[in-house]
């Protein structure tokens, strides 16, 4: 069992930069891939980036390429989203979600999510 607990969301301004973590508890944490999806009003929950077991394996969706960056440190559970130069439509909830296959863009895929954090990016 994994819970995930999402943190850093809030509101900035278009080109600010915000850093999003998500905490997990659970002895096998390093055991899981993690992902990290967003879903904005009216939208799918669409896939931005995620990490595999180790800490240097990693896969981005095309939008965020070069904007954003993930990484984890497994000696605290945690999986950290970089976002900068940001843009209006990266406004959404953002969740991450531990799974076991990697890398992974499906949803149903993942074994166990968080609760979302808000992130607004006004023009």
């Known amino acids: 069992q994994v819970q995930l607990v999402e943190s850093g969301g809030g509101l900035v301004q278009a080109g600010d930069s915000l850093r999003l973590s998500c905490a997990a508890s659970?002895?096998?944490?390093?055991?899981?891939?993690i992902g990290w999806f967003r879903q904005a009003p009216g939208k799918e929950r669409s896939f931005v980036a995620g990490i595999g077991w180790g800490p240097g394996v990693v896969y981005l969706a095309d939008p965020v390429k070069g904007r954003f960056a993930i990484s984890r440190d497994n000696d605290k559970n945690t999986v950290y989203l970089q976002m900068n130069s940001l843009k209006p439509e990266d406004t959404a909830i953002y969740y991450c979600?531990?799974?076991?296959?990697?890398?992974?863009?499906?949803?149903?895929?993942?074994?166990?999510w968080g609760q979302g954090t808000q992130v607004t990016v006004s023009s």
């Open positions: 979600a531990a799974g076991r296959s990697f890398p992974e863009v499906d949803s149903t895929r993942y074994d166990y």
């Open positions: 659970g002895r096998t944490f390093s055991s899981y891939a």
